[in-house]
């Protein structure tokens, strides 16, 4: 795996990595985590779709997957998958979709972390491979990972809870972890919710805490040889803003997140949706 191209060979493949594929012309990757025997645990939105927005704009992404039309002749291994959602195990192949193969990598500097596309690293370290693996499984004999939302709750958001541990408990919502969805949200000015979330407080003067920009400010320094030279002054500033949310939605820099076994991970799941379909009956 090479410092900006994490692909590998299915020979390099180590039970309990987390791996994933590109999909849509490198629009979107999907992610799982790789248990041995040829055999993926990953998080899908069901209906025979991996992600998806809940519009008939899924039909046209779905459509673009490489081969697209092999859900035609059902896996020998996987049998016909089209109607399961939520947590499920599918062959390599199956997972693969005809794509190419990638490493997600763990404990990146910040400098690489910015440097690098969403979706492809983070911040945080990663669990012994056992402990990755026994919360992937867990996970699937209860399918207790909840309701898929592609922003909040998706298959990135999976892996990663699965080789960390780390999850934001949140009633109102989940403020995903996924690399993907937190490069958008960046990217669409949510700069100072995102301070608001992590408890950056403002001083008397109405600025966000000098110590917190200073350290924001080092690691765009550090990162600016990683950007093509000759972006004028605007451009470089609007680049820092989408650092800085990118950054600090990170679960290895989040401070609301915390080691959550995964017991209590399928308790609070299982709370959180009867409190939401609570809601939605009254």
């Known amino acids: 795996m090479g410092l900006f191209s994490h692909k ?17 012309v490198y629009i979107y990757s999907h992610h799982g985590i790789y248990v041995g025997d040829e055999k993926v645990i990953h998080f899908t939105r069901g209906g025979g779709l991996e992600f998806g927005t809940g519009t008939v704009l899924d039909k046209i992404i779905d459509i673009s997957i490489p081969n697209h039309g092999r859900r035609d002749n059902k896996c020998l291994d996987c049998g016909d998958q089209s109607n ?7 062959c390599l192949d199956c997972f693969l979709a005809g794509g190419n193969l990638y490493l997600f990598e763990y404990s990146a500097s910040p400098s690489i972390f910015l ?11 990663s669990d012994p491979c056992d402990e990755v693996i026994s919360r992937a499984k867990f996970l699937l004999l209860q399918n207790g990972f909840g309701e898929y939302d592609l922003l909040d709750n998706n298959c990135e958001d999976f892996a990663i809870y699965c080789k960390t541990g780390l999850f934001v408990l949140s009633v109102a919502t989940k403020f995903g972890c996924s690399g993907q969805a937190n490069s958008v949200s960046a990217a669409g000015g949510v700069v100072a919710l995102t301070l608001k979330v992590l408890g950056v407080k403002k001083n008397t003067s109405g600025q966000e805490d000098d110590s917190v920009v200073s350290v924001v400010n080092q690691v765009i320094s550090s990162t600016v040889k990683y950007v093509v030279p000759g972006i004028g ?8 803003n989408y650092c800085i949310g990118r950054l600090f939605y990170d679960i290895g820099v989040r401070k609301d997140a915390c080691k959550v076994s995964v017991e209590e991970l399928v308790a609070f799941v299982g709370a959180k949706q009867n409190i939401l379909e609570s809601k939605k009956s009254s």
Do not use: F, M, Q
Not at 233 to 240: H, I
């Open 233 to 240: 002054g605007l451009a470089l500033a609007e680049y820092g």
């Open 8 to 24: 590998i060979s299915r020979d390099d493949l180590k039970p309990g990595d987390h791996i994933y594929s590109w999909r849509n």
């Open 84 to 90: 399961l959602g939520g947590v499920i195990s599918s």
């Open 115 to 125: 440097a690098k596309r969403g979706g492809t690293c983070t911040i945080a370290s």
